[in-house]
Each structure stands twice: as C-alpha cells, then as structure tokens.
C-alpha cells in the first residue's frame, strides 16, 4: 500500500518559499503573510500495487470468463475451485457428488432453521 500525504508550497516575506503539511503548518500562518505556490501529495512509503493473485479466473466449459459476474453476485453461494481438473470425470465425479450433497443438506438445514429465505 502506497500512502501519501499532501504538502504546501507557500512563500511568504520572511522565510522566501516554505513547505509544509496538515501536520507542520508554521506558527506564524495567516492567509495575508503566506502566498499560495502550489499543493503537492509527496510518497512517504512507496507501496506494491501488483496483486498476490494474478491468474484468477472463472470460466466456463465454453471459455467465458464469469469472474466478474460470479464475484459481484450478492447471492450466497457455494463455489468450488479446481486450479487443474482431471480430463477424466471418473477421477473426481465421485467427491464432487459428496460435496454437492453436502451443500444441499445445508441448504435444507438453514431453509428449516429460518436462517435464509426460500
């Protein structure tokens, strides 16, 4: 995280150009002796704006990339995330049958208990 903050650039009689900011304003500032140079945001501690993931995507069996639309969906859902899935079904059908009917009995369990909606 990258964090700034703004500063000053002022001059005035006395001292010839000053800067400074919100939090080291001069004692003897007032808008008559000061004249306004220009307002600067100078870094005090440069941050990584690169993310730690850089190849999330959700997309379909068809290749459009849902991400966006699965990620902004207010709903509550349960989504399952294979990085590198096995071409054969057969090697994971069996798991991914356990954890759909795990999330239906949940689901079931919530709905009777009245916390979610039908």
Not at 27 to 36: G, L
Not at 70 to 79: F, K, N, T
Not at 82 to 105: L, T
């Amino acid at each position: 995280m990258t964090i700034n903050f703004i500063a000053l650039s002022c001059t005035n009689p006395l001292d010839g150009q000053v800067e400074f900011d919100a939090e080291h304003f001069p004692e003897d500032f007032n808008d008559s002796a000061y004249t306004f140079v220009k307002r600067y945001d100078k870094v005090v501690r440069k941050g990584n704006a690169e993310p730690a993931i850089k190849d999330f995507v959700i997309m379909t069996p068809s290749g459009v990339d849902t991400t966006v639309a699965i990620l902004s969906d207010p709903r509550e859902m349960l989504v399952l995330f294979i990085r590198k899935p096995s071409d054969n079904p057969g090697d994971w059908i069996s798991s991914f049958q356990e954890i759909v009917a795990f999330a239906k009995n949940m689901l079931t369990t919530e709905r009777q208990m009245n916390l979610i909606p039908e």
